[in-house]
């Protein structure tokens, strides 16, 4: 073996694609113990660190979907950033035109003054 025992970890890696680093506090037979006897519901790996990213399980959820879904996911977000986009500019319109009408207001206000 070439390399040190420092560039690797044990992972809990999820039957959701979930993936946890183990603690170095963790003892892996209690971890193991913990998630139950079915290795279909989660597995220990030994696993480089630089490779061994954790992965959330919001995140493992959609590692699952196909590329049209998840298409379709940035589409949906798409349109609905831009109809946040378009209420924002609508607001600030209206804001400004208020704020330009009391500035006029204001000044010929004074000019009668």
Same mark, same amino acid.
């Given at each position: ?19 946890? *680093? $183990? /603690?170095?506090? =963790?003892?892996?037979? %209690? ?12 597995? &220990? ?30 589409? *949906? $977000? /798409?349109?609905? =950033?831009?109809?946040? %986009? ?12 208020? &704020? ?14």
């Amino acid at each position: 073996v070439e390399n040190t025992a420092d560039e690797f970890a044990l992972y809990v890696v999820h039957e959701s694609g979930e993936r946890t *680093k $183990l /603690k170095d506090s =963790e003892y892996p037979l %209690i971890s193991r113990i913990l998630h139950g006897p079915c290795e279909k519901i989660a597995r &220990i790996f030994l696993m480089e660190k630089d490779l061994g990213e954790e992965i959330t399980y919001d995140v493992a959820q959609y590692i699952k979907f196909e590329m049209p879904v998840l298409d379709s996911f940035v589409e *949906k $977000l /798409k349109e609905e =950033e831009e109809r946040e %986009i378009n209420k924002l500019t609508t607001k600030y319109s209206a804001l400004r035109s208020m &704020i330009h009408q009391q500035l006029e207001d204001l000044t010929e206000t004074e000019d009668t003054i």
